[in-house]
């Protein structure tokens, strides 16, 4: 029998079969993913294949390789890994431009890791509600944008639900697995309990001593939305984490940098200070934006000083 995995609470996982059951399932064998030491080998989002046995228990006995995944490291020094969800076909990367104001560093980080995860992420400007002139101005040069760019943008009330791009964003999330994510405060919550009338948002992080080191498990679930879709809102998750790119690559997650980049002088061109950087003179035409070029650096220098940012 095959399914999804929906939920993960420890050891148990709850999948739903292709025929519609929910079935309670624990794992059998030893799953390694190539590459990374996981201590979760079976994510939310996971395609599985299930067998029930006699005792009426059931295993996970295979799971079908994945589209793309995200992962957390379960502390800093240890190279093991926590998998917070599998096979995303989107993320909402919720924002306001105040009340609090999420920068523009925050946003293209963020969308720079999720470009380096494969994941496609879709802004939605919420608060729109609250904005005077000046911030609605803002709003509508960034929307304009990160559109130019290539991200689909909502401008939305959260609080006053349908109506207010709400409905917009409901009909986009039919078919697919959804990640909600975005800083404390942006109105997450306010946004899914209105997609989701009648679910309380409910998430459970628990924390257990694991060898040396205290880490934090955090227990995923995925809600099911109208139209056979899914969303995970995941506390855990604050970005996408940029440990694995190589400063080189940093620029081919920056769509419009990458597609100038190709008329650089130099092939290993790192868009600063060589002579002729076609990405230093798209800035200077304003054919790049100033702001996307500065979280560029902004990345750039994290990598330089070999710091680590899991969430920003
Ligand atoms: P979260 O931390 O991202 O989950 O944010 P919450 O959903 O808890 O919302 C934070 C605050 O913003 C709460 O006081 C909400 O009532 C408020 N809020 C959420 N959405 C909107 C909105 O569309 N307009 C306004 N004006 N306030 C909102
Ligand atoms: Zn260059």
Request: proline fraction near 3%; hydrophobic fraction near 35%.
């Amino acid at each position: 029998m095959k399914g999804l995995v929906i939920k993960n609470t420890g050891s148990w996982y709850q999948v739903k079969t292709d025929d519609g059951q929910f079935i309670e399932c624990k794992i059998k064998g030893n799953f390694r993913l190539k590459g990374i030491r996981s201590t979760n080998p079976v994510a939310v989002g996971d395609r599985v294949q299930i067998i029930l046995n006699q005792e009426g228990t059931a295993f996970i006995n295979e799971i079908e390789d994945r589209k793309n995944y995200i992962i957390r490291r379960s502390s800093n020094l240890s190279k093991q890994s926590h998998i917070l969800a599998a096979n995303l076909d989107q993320c909402m990367l919720v924002v306001t431009v105040n009340y609090p104001e999420t920068s523009t560093i925050f946003i293209d980080r963020f969308l720079a890791s999720a470009e380096a995860y494969r994941v496609p992420v879709k802004l939605v400007f919420n608060k729109v509600d609250a904005y005077n002139e000046e911030e609605l101005h803002y709003l509508d040069a960034l929307i304009n944008l990160y559109t130019h760019i290539g991200y689909p943008c909502f401008k939305v009330s959260a609080k006053d639900g349908d109506g207010t791009g709400v409905d917009a964003i409901k009909k986009d999330l039919e078919g697919k697995i959804t990640l909600f994510s975005g800083h404390s405060g942006v109105g997450k919550s306010t946004l899914i309990n209105a997609i989701l009338p009648g679910t309380k948002v409910k998430t459970g992080e628990i924390s257990t001593y694991h060898n040396k080191g205290m880490h934090t498990t955090t227990f995923s679930e995925m809600f099911s939305v109208d139209g056979d879709g899914y969303i995970i809102d995941t506390p855990g998750i604050k970005g996408f984490g940029t440990f694995d790119m190589e400063e080189e690559e940093i620029g081919h997650y920056f769509p419009e940098i990458f597609k100038v980049s190709a008329d650089c002088k130099y092939g290993n061109c790192t868009h600063r200070h060589e002579p002729g950087c076609a990405v230093r003179e798209a800035v200077e035409r304003h054919l790049i934006s100033e702001s996307r070029y500065t979280s560029y650096l902004n990345m750039l220098e994290d990598k330089e000083e070999g710091k680590y940012r899991a969430a920003y």
